[in-house]
């Protein structure tokens, strides 16, 4: 075998394990390329979270109160009816405790009555506030529940066992200026705090 011959397989030789390296500096390369545009993508998704949570909201209940009116004679023209009962009156404070406005609240509220390991629900109208600007401001909220004809709220303060007191859960939807909603859920069970000639009863929270 002659020299140039010798030196032209060499060439080959080399020449295939230079294009073996550069493919395997090409997939090393790609793939930590793929690794950079994850880390990357995972960055960008960390700052739209916390740009998301930065945006939000956040309201909170804060004394809440829940009141008896004296009983009163009340006609239904259309029943023809007449009953004698008192309507039951939720008092609560919503405050904003962010600094990011929120819109669009809506607050609702629905009171147990538990009898017989029976639950029985009074429902109310939803109350709109068209909006609570940051920085603890706060907006009252009133609700008003009716139609306990048969009285079971009093035979309820009146058990010993806790399991039969009245709940009331309270809900607030609400949104931020760029249209993303939350939910703001309470629990209250009541107890007799003082005796005084309205009935007024204190709430307490359970969450």
Do not use: W
Not at 1 to 13: K, T, Y
Not at 30 to 49: R, V
Not at 106 to 133: C, E, H, M, P, Q
């Amino acid at each position: 075998m002659s020299v140039g011959q010798i030196v032209d397989i060499v060439l080959s030789i080399l020449s295939f394990l230079l294009a073996a390296i550069s493919v395997v500096t090409v997939i090393i390369t790609l793939k930590q390329n793929k690794k950079m545009i994850e880390n990357n993508s995972l960055q960008l998704k960390e700052m739209q979270e916390e740009y998301r949570l930065s945006i939000q909201p956040l309201l909170e209940f804060q004394n809440a109160e829940f009141c008896l009116d004296r009983p009163r004679f009340f006609y239904s023209p259309p029943e023809d009816e007449y009953d004698f009962l008192s309507r039951y009156r939720f008092k609560t404070e919503l405050k904003n405790i962010s600094q990011v406005p929120a819109i669009c609240i809506d607050v609702t509220a629905i009171l147990y009555v538990f009898r017989d390991n029976d639950r029985k629900a009074l429902k109310t109208i939803t109350r709109r506030i068209s909006a609570i600007s940051g920085n603890d401001e706060k907006a009252a909220v009133e609700i008003m529940f009716s139609g306990d004809s048969i009285h079971l709220l009093y035979e309820a303060l009146r058990e010993n066992s806790t399991k039969y007191l009245p709940q009331i859960t309270v809900m607030a939807t609400y949104k931020n200026a760029c249209g993303g909603c939350s939910l703001r859920e309470n629990i209250y069970t009541y107890v007799v705090r003082r005796g005084r000639g309205d009935g007024s009863c204190m709430a307490y929270s359970n969450v």
